[in-house]
């Protein structure tokens, strides 16, 4: 008489099982196709399993967000780029990241430097700015214009006050 186990850690045995050649595990499952799969649930599982793994190296892998909003008061004495157009500072916004660009004598656009495609935080460059990790190009006003596929900067409202020289984001 043959007795096949699949699985030896988990086997419990009675006499008259092991006469009939069966075997039984913890899960249940008894008889002598025990811990067998037909082609069906095999495939069930399998493609609930692939699914599985795509959600999570899709989130994974997400990193930070943008704020939805901010608000943040900004004199402009103390960021001396912001003193010429075309000039970026950074900002920190309770942890988050921001650029300020001064696109014109009285108009400024605020940015969040967190790139949309997988978090990571862009940098100033000539004509615009760039994601470091995957290399999304973004123009001076946050719109996405090459590399990496993505969508946008987050853009936050910005209200210059030439009279206090400063700026109220959010």
Known sequence: MEIR????????????????????????????????LDRRTFLIRGSLAAVGVVLVACSAGGGPMAPRSVSLIVSLATYPALANIGGVAYVDANGSPLA?????????????????????????????????NHHAQFDDQGRWVGGQPTGNLTTYPTTYDATSQSLTIG
Do not use: K
Request: proline residues 5%; aromatic residues 4%.
């Open 5 to 36: 186990v699949r699985d030896p850690h988990r086997l419990t045995e009675t006499s008259q099982m092991e006469r009939a050649g069966e075997v039984s595990c913890a899960c249940g499952a008894h008889g002598t196709d025990a811990g067998r």
């Open 100 to 132: 300020i660009v001064r696109t014109s004598a009285s108009t400024f656009v605020t940015l969040s430097r967190i790139c949309p495609h997988q978090g990571g935080t862009v940098n100033a460059i000539t004509t615009g700015f760039l994601c470091p």
